[in-house]
């Protein structure tokens, strides 16, 4: 008997007392399997990252979890394990097919410096104060808007939960508070 084949019964068998409840030869069977995936993988993606390299272990080894029920004992397991890696791979080169397609490749990002001069669209409202003030003369529904969206940074859906408007009046109420917060400061 071969070595491969030996592995793949044992690996058969941690998998079938695995199906029947084991705790322990479950979780020895995942620590091995993710040893051979993650071999396989750098076999045939010796491109990939680290980082990647483990992205797909990782989806292999959910994978063989969510599906672990339909794996027939009687029927050799490497192969079973190959097929669901080798689909894992394939759904991860369209992934990254996908993000690469909308992707902007910068050589150099912005740098940004902690004097306050050099950030001039950050100190656009010198006055804290005079923000504070103009926010208190807001309606109160664009206040509370812009309180929960902007301040609290809360999503649409968080701020709607929170407030009882819909998104679409939230979206309005922050729009005006800020058309009226620019044209408050702007004459102070």
Known sequence: MTQERHDSERLADLMKAGQDGDKRAYSQLLEEIALIVRRFVRRQRSFLDREDVEDIVQDVL?????????????RPFLPWLIAIARNRMIDSGRRYVRRAAHEVRVEAPPVTFSDPDANLEQAE???????????????????EALELLKLKE???????????????????????????????????
Not at 156 to 179: C, D, F, I, M, N
Request: aromatic content about 2%.
């Open 62 to 74: 959910i994978s063989v979890h969510s599906v672990r029920q339909t794996y027939d004992p009687e």
């Open 125 to 143: 409202y010198g006055d804290p104060e005079a923000l504070r003030r103009a926010i208190g003369r807001l309606p109160a529904g664009q206040r």
């Open 154 to 188: 809360m999503s649409l859906k968080e701020a709607s939960a929170v407030s009882g408007s819909s998104v679409a009046a939230l979206k309005v109420s922050v729009h005006r508070a800020v058309l009226s917060l620019r044209k408050t400061l702007k004459k102070e």
